[in-house]
């Protein structure tokens, strides 16, 4: 296995760490762990079972802590939680950036919530409030409140005094925001054009008002759509009012970006993209049985049609040895239109406009790999079983059942859109069942007609 | 469908276009099209089947032709380019960034790219060389060599008059590097630094030398992972000298991510993520039937398994009606842990030293859940079939199925990352090989041991 991963950087580390934990040298283990960014640990901490996770968690140096609670996933964060009493979580919490602390606070214990309340001064509180007063996955939760403001009136001279006079930007800073005096959002200015022009120069002729500002209720997904469309590494949030309310720079997109990847991925098989690696066993079953047992039941629909057609198979054995054939092929084909459908409807390519034109393409695509592989199968079941009508039989089902695939692989996730549910984590269990009970039905009921009369 | 999208811009945009397209007047078209950035025009066009799409085309300004090139898949890049005559190929190309314009160059006619590189001056010329002289998705490629340099023996006072007299910055640039004679990289300094500290402050005390440069031979995906994990907006890459060579922005390594995911989810179904919505059909046709086919041998493999029990069904016909549920239920569960395994591959988090950890984790989930759906579809069996001896049969299989599927839930990928390919593109196929084969094995054989005796 160790050359697999030779030149993977996180499971090599996982590896030294794994045999230093096993021999209980501790020492090794922390100080390989603090070389490590907080993002860094959080991805380690997820790749390791539960006993040696509380004792890698327990090395981490405090002042990560926090960071690292950022950067795991719900259900892990969760334990390490657990395993931290109150003035520790208090401690690493307090100092994270606004929008962090916002997306942590929630699964924090009622008591320390109001602790680190309690410790942090008026003005973060407020923001802190203000932040938490929009629902999650909305620009409003997404953004930092502290941005610097600057007004019109001024000249770059007296912006540089102020900055100086100020000391540190906020992290990731690219623009000065430029405000109204009721602290409406009028524009920005690059730290570049700062740098770039004389003393002297004025203010408003360096304000750039062509980047729109982003509305405080929009969905986090349609911010990051934004960002990746337009090349943004930082944005204004406003409210409807235009009053500037802080601003969402691209670090926390890039994060947006990966775990709608990953709910993309692991949603198509019913699971949560804050499953953890090594979430507890019974917790991981009961999830799963959810969307097994949906599975079963549709399997069910799909034997009650195989068991309509019992007697014809008593008397051709053959078709229970082929069927399964059909009906699997059909759902591969489904699943291919179907990962081009869902990628179509992520990214808005996929709507009323071009539905037909794409069921026309797809149903073509069908017939022509029907004819190829219909005749390649039925030349197969010829020499196999030697029926010229079990051959045709097969060959025409199975051209049908992928032209039924393409069909449900364009229908099934644009409906499922149409009614407000995501496609990536439904569609394929209505694409199956429609391809299983469609290729059961077609060929057991070509069979039927064609070979028993 | 129209409520469906309402929500959705691109969506929306679509709709109108494709109206205005069917009625013929073009002005809106263009109006609309040419408000949208390059990005967004893209995403209309990869939205759009091949006529609409080469008559939209005609209608996006021209100066922002190259930007739209560099932002769609191969396929629809190739369709594009071939509605272009080299003349207008040369004046789109020719404004771009040196890393879009290594983009896209393999690309372009041979006579085009001659043109293009003679109508480049030397510098630019040089450097579009050096980066092309570096393998696709490596740092090398994705850098940009336009960066600002400044050495350690001087004042921000001197560096501001420096930056002044340069005028604009590269785009996005939020740090400028520090150099030493040689070139060498020595750390980097923050616009942010330069506007804070007062103008007499020397260089080198605002140097943060703490970030690592990137090596040029890096891939492109540990590039987007390191930027991830430590929160970058921008980083300096250096060759095996330490000679600062160029720097890579946030920007591309959204595109990379956005690429890395597009590229999971289409893989799994033996798709390409360049491939086209509306590719045509004779393409499409071609590229899935690889896929299909091997989908067919692996079926055939199942098939013979059930061919081997021919006699036993012929005895029970119910057997035939019940082993597609046995078989589905394995590939349905096999496919969340499949998913789970794929995720903690590409982040790093599985490896050989907690294989034997999830695979003993997934056996007692599946062992559990084993137990309570053959319960339940022993229970539903007796109630259909009458038979106890089926019923306890097919709950025995299910249970085998599903450990047979967590076992290679796990290993399938694992192995297949080991021989060095990509997990995410194959293991579907063998694990579903897997738990049809036995699953039709195991209930067949059991049904064969026990009822037909």
């Known amino acids: 296995m160790a050359e697999a991963v030779r030149h993977d950087k996180t499971a090599r580390q996982l590896r030294l760490l794994s045999d230093a934990l096993d021999s209980g040298r501790l020492g090794p283990v922390r100080r390989l762990v603090n070389t490590l960014s907080p993002a860094e640990i959080g991805n ?124 540190e930007l906020p992290e990731h800073t690219d623009h000065l925001y430029v405000v109204s005096r009721r602290h409406q959002y009028l524009g920005r200015i690059a730290l570049a054009a700062l740098l770039t022009h004389e003393p002297g120069t004025p203010i408003n002729k360096l304000i ?58 692991l949603s198509a098989a019913g699971l949560d993209e804050d499953e953890d690696l090594f979430s507890p066993v019974w917790r991981a079953m009961r999830r799963r049985l959810i969307w097994l047992s949906i599975n079963l039941g549709t399997a069910f629909l799909a034997a009650s049609v195989v068991g309509e057609f019992a007697d014809t198979i008593d008397k051709l054995v053959a078709l229970a040895v082929l069927m399964p054939i059909v009906a699997g092929m059909g759902g591969n084909a489904g699943t291919q239109v179907l990962a081009l459908m869902v990628r179509g409807l992520a990214l808005g390519q996929v709507g009323a406009a071009n539905v037909r034109t794409l069921l026309w393409k797809e149903s073509r695509v069908a017939l022509l790999n029907g004819l190829v592989l219909g005749t390649l199968l039925g030349l197969i079941v010829l020499l196999w079983f030697h029926s010229v009508g079990l051959s045709i039989v097969i060959a025409t089902a199975l051209t049908a059942n992928l032209l039924f695939a393409a069909v449900a692989g364009v229908l099934v996730p644009v409906t499922i859109k149409r009614f407000g549910y995501d496609p990536a984590l439904a569609s394929g269990i209505f694409l199956t069942t429609v391809t299983d009970v469609m290729g059961f039905f077609t060929f057991l009921g070509l069979a039927t007609i064609i070979l028993l009369r």
């Not at 973060?124 to 007063?133: F, G, I, K, P, T």
């Not at 990746?228 to 802080?246: F, Q, R």
Request: hydrophobic residues 40%; glycine residues 4%; charged residues 35%.
């Open 44 to 167: 380690l901490l997820e790749s390791l079972p539960p006993g040696k996770r509380t004792v890698v968690w327990g090395l981490v140096d405090a002042e990560d802590d926090g960071e690292v609670l950022v950067h795991v996933g719900d259900d892990v964060r969760e334990g390490l939680l657990a395993e931290m009493d109150p003035d520790e979580i208090i401690a690493a919490v307090e100092d994270l950036d606004i929008d962090d602390l916002a997306d942590l606070v929630e699964d924090l214990p009622d008591t320390v919530i109001d602790e680190v309340l309690k410790s942090m001064d008026r003005e973060n509180r407020e923001r802190l409030e203000q932040v938490l007063s929009y629902p999650e996955d909305t620009a409003g939760r997404l953004m930092n409140p502290d941005v610097v403001t600057v007004r019109t009136d001024t000249t770059i001279d007296v912006v540089l005094r102020y900055l100086r006079l100020r000391g």
């Open 208 to 265: 750039d008002d062509e980047q729109p500002a982003i509305d405080v209720e929009e969905s986090a997904n349609q911010v990051a759509r934004k960002f990746s469309d337009h090349d943004w590494l930082s944005a204004p949030v406003v409210d409807d009012n235009n009053i500037l309310l802080g601003r969402i720079t691209i670090d926390d997109v890039v994060d947006i970006i990966r775990s709608e990847a990953e709910h993309q991925a």
